[in-house]
């Protein structure tokens, strides 16, 4: 149930849950869990939204999205622990990119991926996997200055408001 003035809500986290269509009922519910930091930077503001996912033939499932959380659990040894670049509030303003065990009880791996620059944000839309494991995410970056990190790219950086498509190893 909504509040009367939804604004004055504190930052909300994403989620995301598996079921078990051959089971009816409280049975089908596989997992539920929280994908987000500890942090609530913005009351009124959804902190992170999973806006992509995809499953795998192990039932390991890939999602993608937009965070503001500081603390987005990230893994040893991903492409991006930490996140490069704070808004003018202070906040993070990243994509991540993330796998979950098939129980919902782990993350296999997870990774913010965002601005190396000085302004601009991340947010990645959707996420798809090839028959080699290789994970393609498709995304928006915003502002002038943004500098995604690219390897090989079609048409490197330039200037204003970005579409991007990346590519990651199956062990991010």
Avoid: M
């Amino acid at each position: 149930v909504l509040p009367s003035d939804p604004t004055s809500c504190e930052g909300a986290g994403g989620f995301v849950a598996a079921f078990d269509t051959s089971k009816s009922g409280d049975a089908s519910l596989v997992y539920s869990t929280l994908i987000n930091g500890t942090q609530s930077p913005y009351a009124g503001t959804v902190e992170t939204a999973v806006q992509g996912l995809v499953a795998d033939s192990s039932d390991n499932l890939y999602i993608t999205g937009h965070t503001y959380s500081n603390d987005f659990p990230t893994t040893s040894g991903a492409f991006q622990t930490t996140c490069n670049y704070a808004n003018s509030s202070g906040h993070c303003d990243a994509a991540f990119i993330a796998k979950i065990n098939p129980t919902g009880t782990a993350f296999l791996w997870s990774t913010y991926y965002g601005s190396t620059g000085s302004a601009g944000g991340v947010s990645a839309y959707a996420i798809a996997l090839d028959a080699a494991a290789r994970i393609f995410v498709y995304g928006f970056s915003l502002h002038g200055d943004l500098n995604l990190p690219q390897v090989n790219p079609l048409q490197p950086f330039q200037e204003g408001d970005k579409v991007f498509v990346a590519t990651f190893s199956p062990d991010a």
